[in-house]
Each structure stands twice: as C-alpha cells, then as structure tokens.
C-alpha cells in the first residue's frame, strides 16, 4: 500500500528563516509526486511536479527536490504570505492512477 | 478565471436529509475526480470520471454516496440520508487528460464544499 508521512506536522518560522518541509513515501514505483499548497478554506493550489530522484524545480521563494524516498520543499527567506499547509501526494507507477495525499505541514510565518 | 468552481460553498444539513454538490470542472478538461477532506487530513479519493462515465467508484464510504456526470461536463455528488460522519470538505479536482496507467496530469482544485450534518 502506498505511504505518504509529511512532517513537521506544524511548523513556525520567523520571516527570513529559510527551512526545509519533508514528504516521505513509500511506494512500489513512483510515477510522479506532486507539492500543493492549501490556505484555509480553499482547494488545494497546484505547485510542483516531480518524476525522477535527482530533479529540483524552483518557484519564487520555493524549491522542490526529490529523492528516491523522501522529497523536500525548500522555503528561503518566507514571508508571512506564505503561510498556509503544504500537502504532498504519489502516483504509483503501473497503477493505480489515484494519487496518495500525506497530511500535510502547517506552516506560519511570522512577521 | 477560468478555474474549477463549487457551490455550495457550505451546507449544513439535518442528519437524514439528502445533499448534492455541484462541481464545475474546467472547460475541456476530460478527467473529474471527487475528493473528501476531514479536518487535518489530506484529501482522500472518492470517485472518478472520463468524460461522462465513472470509471472509478472505489473510495465512496457507501452506497450513500452516488455521483454523476451526465455530459461530460459538470459533475453532482449526491449524499443521501446524510449522517454526522459525512461531515467533510468535499473536494472536486478536474485535469486535462484521461488519467491512466500512463498519466501524471496535474490536478486542478475547486473551493471545496464543507459539509456540516447535524
């Protein structure tokens, strides 16, 4: 069965303060992992997809990497705007086509 | 824009009534799927679609919960004789391709529908 473990399960940072959200999975062979985020209230807001152990993507202040276990989402110099969860969810390859959703990380920047 | 839209955006219902909830996918996206989300929980799927058809009804809770697509286009989750388990975010999340054994479509999310029953 496919696993999805996030953690911290919240997080607080001062603004400024770079930090790192972890999203380990576990799963018989990963076809894509995919990093939302979600304010309260709201759908979840597409960020990231990653396909391969090794691949980064950046957008503004984030940066996605992945392993072959674990992926992580980087955030340098947060803002308090960038508050809200960050959920992370697989797709497992030779499938099933639904994807895994770990619980997410609450993350509060303060100003 | 031209996102995924959901209404009602709230419902709350006495337990025993029944409940639908509207989800308006992007124009021309083929694939819809349902999603529940309990309070600090990630979404958790509940139904898919290909155009009009359902191609996947495995993660509905019971044979409460009935979906439909009739056109291909907007899609009704219907709740009946609703009881206080069903109380959730009901999530609608629609992408452009026909999810597969192949597909890593992005998934693009509406508001949700909270759902309260009484």
């Known amino acids: 069965e496919d696993q999805v473990t996030q953690s911290p399960e919240a997080l607080r940072l001062q603004e400024g303060e770079s930090s790192s959200l972890n999203c380990s999975y576990t799963?018989?062979?990963?076809?894509?992992l995919f990093w939302y985020r979600q304010d309260p209230g709201k759908g979840p807001e597409f960020l990231f997809t990653l396909y391969s152990a090794g691949e980064e993507k950046e957008k503004e202040r984030l940066k996605a990497t992945l392993t072959k276990k674990e992926s992580f989402l980087h955030i340098t110099a947060p803002k308090p705007e960038d508050s809200a969860t960050y959920l992370c969810?697989?797709?497992?390859?030779?499938?099933?086509?639904?994807?895994?959703f770990g619980r997410g990380t609450s993350l509060i920047v303060h100003p | 824009g031209a996102g995924v839209s959901q209404s009602p955006r709230y419902k709350v219902a006495k337990r025993g009534q029944d409940v639908a909830l509207r989800c308006d996918p992007i124009s021309g996206h083929v694939s819809l799927f349902w999603y529940q989300q309990a309070l600090g929980q990630g979404p958790e799927f509940l139904t898919y679609f290909q155009n009009e058809a359902q191609l996947d009804k495995s993660g509905l809770p019971s044979d409460r919960f009935f979906a439909e697509r009739p056109e291909g286009s907007v899609s009704t989750l219907k709740i009946q004789r609703t009881q206080q388990e069903d109380s959730a975010v009901y999530l609608c999340?629609?992408?452009?391709?026909?999810?597969?054994?192949?597909?890593?479509?992005?998934?693009?999310f509406g508001p949700g529908t909270r759902l309260t029953v009484l």
């Open positions: 799963v018989s062979g990963l076809r894509g």
């Open positions: 969810a697989v797709q497992a390859a030779g499938g099933s086509y639904i994807p895994t």
């Open positions: 999340a629609s992408s452009l391709g026909s999810a597969g054994v192949y597909s890593s479509d992005t998934q693009y």
